[in-house]
């Protein structure tokens, strides 16, 4: 709790933001966080991908699995039909929830639902916070500029921001699998 707060994304998305606490094993044992870079999504998709094929392969019926505990859409929409109020944790466009990132940044703030979504008041995050969250708005709003104007060199600059990137060249190899992959639905041409 360096900062005196208590995050509550999980390791999942503490390393987007702090990626300070991936720098050595012990540290990440001291804290109970995974390594999760790059290469690990790539592996967890993989073996997601090849658990389907299996599935789709094997004969019978197709079992959905259940959702994972962390999952309350169903009860959000429960609360939602049913004007039962709750609150949540969403991602919602900033609109001053949270005064000093940009408006256009996309927050997880708490919010109640019911008959709507209401957020929570505003809040002033602490200025030595603001850094870390506001450098993952500018990624953002350079992948949204990247993808209206196909600038695959903006686009490249896009994911170098990203604190899991390790190298230029990691970079460069992934925006060019990225849109290698991604051409056919990709709704401008990269250049």
């Known amino acids: 709790m360096t900062y005196g707060y208590f995050p509550i994304p999980g390791n999942e998305h503490i390393s987007e933001f702090f990626p300070y ?8 044992r001291e804290y109970g966080l995974k390594d999760m870079d ?21 004969p019978g019926p197709l079992v959905p699995d259940p959702l994972p505990p962390e999952e309350e859409v169903l009860e959000m929409i429960l609360s939602l039909a049913n004007d039962e109020r709750k609150e949540y944790v969403l991602s919602l466009p900033n609109r001053n929830l949270i ?28 200025l030595e916070l603001t850094p870390h969250l506001l450098s993952s708005a500018v990624k953002d709003e350079l ?16 994911i170098l921001s990203c604190p899991l990137i390790k190298s230029t060249r990691q970079a460069r190899e992934i925006t060019g699998a990225m849109l290698e992959a991604e051409k056919d639905i990709l709704p401008v041409r990269f250049v």
């Open 38 to 58: 790059i290469e690990w999504h790539r592996k967890r998709r993989g073996d997601k991908l090849k658990a389907v094929k299996e599935d789709l392969a094997s």
């Open 99 to 126: 005064a000093n990132l940009p408006e256009y940044a996309v927050v997880e703030v708490p919010v109640g639902l019911g008959a709507g979504i209401t957020p929570l008041p505003p809040v002033e995050m602490p």
């Open 21 to 28: 606490f991936l720098n050595d094993q012990a540290t990440m």
């Open 143 to 158: 992948t949204v500029q990247a993808a209206l104007t196909g600038d695959k060199e903006l686009l490249f600059k896009a």
